[in-house]
Structures are given as C-alpha cells and as structure tokens.
T-cell receptor, first 112, second 112 residues
Framework: GAVVSQHPSWVICKSGTSVKIECRSL??????MFWYRQFPKQSLMLMATSNEGSKATYEQGVEKDKFLINHASLTLSTLTVTSAHPEDSSFYIC????????FGSGTRLTVV | GDSVTQMEGPVTLSEEACLTI???????????LFWYVQYPGEGLQLLLKATKADDKGSNKGFEATYRKETTSFHLEKGSVQVSDSAVYFC???????????FGTGTRLTIIP
C-alpha cells in the first residue's frame, strides 16, 4: 500500500534556529500534500496545502513566512519552521493524496 | 462551511465492552466520510470509510454506517480490546475539494 515517510520523527532545537521536516511519498506520486499541526488536546489543524511546482496555499492564521513549505517534486514536500520559538513546539503531520490520504508518522518538535 | 462534530472524550472502557463514538457532520452535497485512528506517537491511519448514503464501512471489528437522514457516521465495535486504545478521528471530504475536515478526536482507553 501507499507509504509516506516523514523525517525526522522528533527534533529538539534551540530558540531562534530553523528546522526542516521532510515528507516523502515512497511508492506513489502525490501532486498534493497537506501539513497539519496537532495540539496537545489532539485536535488537528490544517496548516497548508502543498501542490507540486506551485506555491503552497496556507490556511487562515498560519504565517507563511514562518512555516515555509516547498513541494519541489511529486514525491517530496518540506516544511521549514523558521526562527522557531517554544510556542512552535508541537506534533506536525504530513499527508499525501492519491486516490486517498496517506499520513506520515509525524514529527515531534520541541523548541528550547 | 463543512464541519465535523465528534463525541468528546476521553472515553475509558473495560476490555470486551461495547463502543460507540458519535460523529455528526455538516456539509453541502454528498461528502465521503472517514474514521482515522492514531496510536500513541504515530500519524493517522485510515480505519474505515463510506462514500455514499447507507454504505457501511468496516475494519478490525469496527463499523460505521453513513446515515444521510441524521448526518451521522457513528463508530461502533462490539467488544473492544486493550490494543484499541488510541485517538479516533472522524473526517469528511467533500466532492471537488481535496481537503479533509476533521473532528476534534476522541481519546479511547481500554483497561484490562
């Protein structure tokens, strides 16, 4: 079945630094990928929709300059959290769409 | 806009108890409906889905029936196991829109 690999699974970084999270579709091409942020009480917030070769579409309230999304190929989308702060600490999940949604295993980001 | 209202948890049950997690939706047209499961520290996995009214999705002993008249898609299982402990998300996808709309999630804990 379809597999999406998300890397890293966890990362700790210092406040002010940037962190890149990768999302790869391993055995299929995904023209559309989604990035979610999951808050402590488990609710999932869609951050942006990423389309290969074009700019990402961000949801209202998501800072596009802070959360940079690149979808350079049909199998890879990246989310870069720039100038991270402790309030950016969260669980980030990507999803790729091709005849259905396949989710990555998530990235736990802790900013200290 | 589209929305999903899901039974708030947490839900704690004894092993072999019956489970129902309520889910209702608001959407224009005829959306597809999903239940996703998230095990601790992992991303989401599709549990079951239904694409039209009266369809029943089933997997791993879980079932949900697409009820258009009550706009509901309740998740049920006759006898839960400790391994069913997870967070369950109800979601919908409307025609012509690639986005998934999620409910807030229900944390289920099964005690031996």
């Amino acid at each position: 079945g379809a597999v999406v690999s998300q890397h890293p699974s966890w990362v700790i970084c210092k406040s002010g630094t940037s962190v890149k999270i990768e999302c790869r579709s391993l055995d299929f091409q995904a023209t559309t990928m989604f990035w979610y942020r999951q808050f402590p009480k488990q609710s999932l917030m869609l951050m942006a929709t990423s389309n290969e070769g074009s700019k990402a579409t961000y949801e209202q309230g998501v800072e596009k300059d802070k959360f940079l999304i690149n979808h350079a190929s049909l199998t890879l989308s990246t989310l870069t959290v720039t100038s991270a702060h402790p309030e950016d600490s969260s669980f980030y999940i990507c999803s790729a769409y091709q005849d259905g949604y396949t989710f990555g295993s998530g990235t736990r980001l802790t900013v200290v | 806009g589209d929305s999903v209202t899901q039974m708030e948890g947490p839900v704690t049950l004894s092993e072999e108890a019956c489970l129902t997690i309520n889910c209702t939706y608001t959407a224009t047209g005829y959306p597809s409906l999903f239940w996703y499961v998230q095990y601790p520290g992992e991303g989401l996995q599709l549990l079951l889905k239904a694409t039209k009214a009266d369809d029943k999705g089933s997997n791993k002993g879980f079932e949900a029936t697409y009820r258009k008249e009550t706009t509901s898609f309740h998740l049920e299982k006759g006898s839960v196991q400790v391994s069913d402990s997870a967070v369950y998300f109800c979601a919908l996808k409307n025609f012509g829109n690639e986005k998934l709309t999620f409910g807030t999630g229900t944390r289920l804990t099964i005690i031996p």
